[in-house]
């Protein structure tokens, strides 16, 4: 398996900075992301994001599908967006994802970047609106390891 990210059930833990053209500063940021096992080659992961200063929760319902070795499509659910879908990329160094919703004004990318410790990865993502509303991100993830 090429990327135990999101291609295989666990929890995943992340931290980063996230800076908003509506904020003048960079702000730290908190992620968790459960991924459940494939049901009949469907992914299903649930993200949460909790911002340094912004009160509200997060939450993204992302499900994974028609993955092939060098592809996949990606539905994205959230409460501004409602439902969504994109097309993904997986290759020996990343698993990444794009959505471009001209009808929606809104695109963006993702991509998790394999780092030299195991089971983790950098990230980069950017997202913008037509309104002129962007977001910029970047941090790493980690596979959550079970206290025994």
């Known amino acids: 398996m090429k990327h135990p990210f999101i291609l295989k059930p666990g929890a995943w833990l992340g931290e980063g900075k996230i800076t908003l053209s509506t904020v003048e500063e960079e702000l730290p940021f908190y992620t968790r992301w459960n991924v459940s096992p494939g049901d009949k080659g469907r992914i299903e992961s649930k993200q949460e994001i909790e911002i340094s200063g912004v009160p509200d ?3 993204n319902q992302f ?7 060098k592809a996949f499509a990606i539905e994205l659910e959230n409460q501004s967006l409602g439902k969504v879908v994109g097309k993904g990329l997986i ?3 990343l698993i990444g994802w794009e959505f471009r919703l001209d009808h929606l004004g809104f695109e963006g990318f993702e991509f998790y970047e394999k780092s030299e410790l195991p089971d983790t990865y950098l990230m980069h993502a950017e997202y913008a609106t037509n309104d002129d509303f962007r977001t910029v991100i970047h941090g790493k993830i980690w596979l959550r390891q079970d206290a025994s």
């Open 57 to 59: 929760l997060m939450q």
């Open 63 to 69: 499900a994974f599908f028609d993955l092939s070795e």
């Open 91 to 93: 290759n020996d160094c």
